[in-house]
Every structure is written in C-alpha cells, then in structure tokens.
C-alpha cells in the first residue's frame, strides 16, 4: 500500500466521532458492521482518551451547508478565509457558500493556489451578469488552463454586447480553449452536455442541441444531457419535444429523480396537471434529499386544491430540511390559508430566527400574535 499523492486521494484517521454528528461514513465501521458508530467513538476515546481532537475540523460547516442549516454560510466563510486549512477545503467552502461574499470570492480569485481560485469561480454560479464580468473577468488570462476555461464558461452568460471590448479577444482566446477542452473528451456524456452548455448560453441553439443529443447517443440515461435539452427546447417555445426527450431518458432510467421533475415541470407547462403532480409525486418520493422537489410537489398539490395533502407534504420535507426557506415559507402561507393560526405562528417564528433582519416577516409574526 502506497500514499497517493494526486488532489482527489487521501488516507484519513477515521472519524467515528463525526458520524455520530453527521452520519458520515467510516472505516471502522465498514468492518465493524454489526456496531455502531457511538461503540466505534467510544473505543477512540478508551485508547486515546476524551481529550483527543481530530485535525480536521470543517465537516461540520460542509454538514450544515447540505443540510441547509442557517449558520452554514457564517461556518463556511471562517473556512474559506482560513490559512489553516488545505486549499481544496478552503476552495470546496467558497464553492458550498449558499451565497457568494464579494470580498472572499476576490480574496479567493486572487490566491496563490488555483484550487482556490476555481473554488470562487465555482461560487460565481447562477451569479447576477451584471456582477460577473467585473468579478471573474481577470481568470480569462490566468496562469492556469483550468481556471481559464472556467472563466469562460461562466462568462459565457454575459451577453456579447455586453463585454467590455478590452476584454473581449481575451474571452475570445479563453472560450476556444473551453471548446477545445470538451473535444478532447468528447467520448463522455458530460464533455458533450457542458459544451451544449456553452453553446446554449451563447445563443447557439442548433449546436447546442447537436451537442445534447451526441450526449444522448453515447448515454441515453445520461439525465444532465435531456435534462438540459429539454430546457432548450423550452426556450424555443416547443415543449412537447421535450416531454418526448425526458420519457425517452425515463425508458432507460425509471429511477431518476431529476428526470420526473423536469417532466413534471414541463407537464404543468402542458397544463397537463394530473399527470403532471403524479410526476413531481415521484421526484419527491425517489429523492428525499432534495428539498426542493418536496416543494414543487407541494406547490403543486396546493394548486390542485390538495391542501391537506400539500401541507403533509411540506411537514414530511421540513423533518429532513427543518431550516429550508422554501418550506417553512410554503408552510407558513399554507398554515394561514387554513386558518391555523397556532402552525402558522409557528413557522413564521422558526423564518424570523433564520432571518433576524427580516421586517416583513417580523411584521407577519406580530400579526399573527394578535
């Protein structure tokens, strides 16, 4: 057995402790199958004693961002402004950040390591375009070709006329790079479906779709791929041949969660909502982890006149996601509609912790105790 020194492998203590906190896995128990992970902590603390501390000491701040906790963005900036830990920790953080914060991702754009710098980057995602050219512009020429190319592709949802024209042989320079990355690759779906990406946002539908559906034909369960194509369809006004992409997608991978929410979607789009709500029923029911199908399903529920079974839908998504701002919300505006006074308050409570600032929903809070 070796050490293997590349960024994506690591042996690690194992951590029994943190699966008590969080769940995760670990080697202990992997054979000690027929324990638990308390027994496991327990044996560490017996050997070493209870002072013992682990070296690692961010899983929490990763566990609270997944769980949507509401410390998770204050947990994961103290990470991300850390010299103290590795710069693929520090780079996962900025990207993890439920929002970005201006002067971290800066400070991240700027580092030494170029993990860190693609961490930024990768926090810049789903950005405001009248923000991003003035943040990430400057990796169009950075030393390195992976933070090059990641430039480019987030920079491609900044419309052409909209480029500084200083900047615009630099972005240029860039994208060709991007494209010619995902050739070399262009045996994998993915390498296929993230230039169909590019294309898209670029407004060049035709290979955008070319693109997606190369994707498809080397991997017709690929989800991104018709997830992806589906949608582009739906820019294009022609919603019917994106239901006939997803069920094609669904014939190979019944299983998919995101699949049946992209087709519910594009159901309630039909007006078909039956047969719509049986879809976001099913991403719901495949994907506990993903809060947001809860919602969807919810909201579709309610918009059935299925109130009682919308807000059962809510409750059963806010035990796993208790600090979720979608389903309190959801809930909150349920509980009122129904008359129930004593949830509704409730809910607006647990939203006015999560947002102290909040004078709308202070506002609601002090009506609803009258």
């Not at 990796?139 to 006329?161: M, N, S, Y």
């Not at 069920?247 to 039956?274: D, P």
């Amino acid at each position: 057995m070796v050490i293997d020194h590349r960024h994506d492998h690591g042996f690690r203590v194992p951590r029994p402790d943190l699966s008590v906190q969080t769940g995760a896995p670990n080697a202990c128990n992997d054979c000690h199958r027929d324990r638990s992970a308390n027994w496991a902590a327990q044996q560490f603390e017996t050997w070493l004693g209870p002072g013992r501390r682990g070296y690692q000491t961010y899983a929490g701040a990763f566990h609270a961002a997944w769980r949507e906790a509401s410390d998770a963005q204050a947990l994961l900036a103290a990470i991300a402004a850390s010299d103290d830990v590795a710069g693929i920790v520090r780079a996962s953080a900025l990207a993890e950040l439920p929002a970005p914060i201006l002067d971290l991702t800066r400070r991240g754009l700027s580092d030494s390591d170029p993990l860190v710098r693609l961490g930024a980057l990768d926090g810049l995602e789903g950005a405001p375009t009248d923000q991003l050219w003035s943040l990430a512009a400057s990796q169009l020429t950075d030393p390195v070709r992976g933070v090059r190319i990641r430039a480019a592709e987030l920079l491609a949802a900044v419309p052409a006329a909209r480029q500084p024209a200083a900047d615009r042989d630099k972005f240029t320079q860039a994208a060709a790079e991007f494209v010619e990355a995902q050739k070399l690759n262009a045996d994998r779906p993915e390498a296929r479906t993230a230039l169909g990406n590019f294309l898209a946002r670029q407004a060049g539908a035709d290979r955008a779709e070319a693109e997606y559906r190369a994707a498809l034909k080397l991997d017709p369960s690929f989800a991104a791929a018709a997830i992806n194509l589906s949608d582009l369809y739906r820019q294009l006004g022609r919603d019917s041949d994106g239901e006939r992409v997803l069920r094609e997608a669904l014939s190979v991978s019944a299983q998919e969660a995101s699949l049946h929410h992209a087709l519910g979607l594009t159901l309630v789009r039909q007006k078909r909502n039956e047969a719509a709500i049986e879809e976001l029923q099913q991403a719901a029911a495949l994907d506990p982890g993903q809060p947001r199908y809860a919602y969807v399903y919810a909201i579709g529920l309610h918009s059935a006149g299925r109130h009682d079974d919308a807000l059962a839908v809510l409750k059963e998504g806010l035990r796993g996601h208790p600090d979720n701002l979608e389903l309190l919300s959801a809930a909150l505006n349920f509980s009122r509609e129904k008359g129930d006074a004593v949830a509704a308050l409730e809910y607006a409570e647990h939203l006015g912790r999560l947002l102290p600032g909040d004078t709308r929903m202070a506002d609601v809070i002090r009506e609803l105790k009258r």
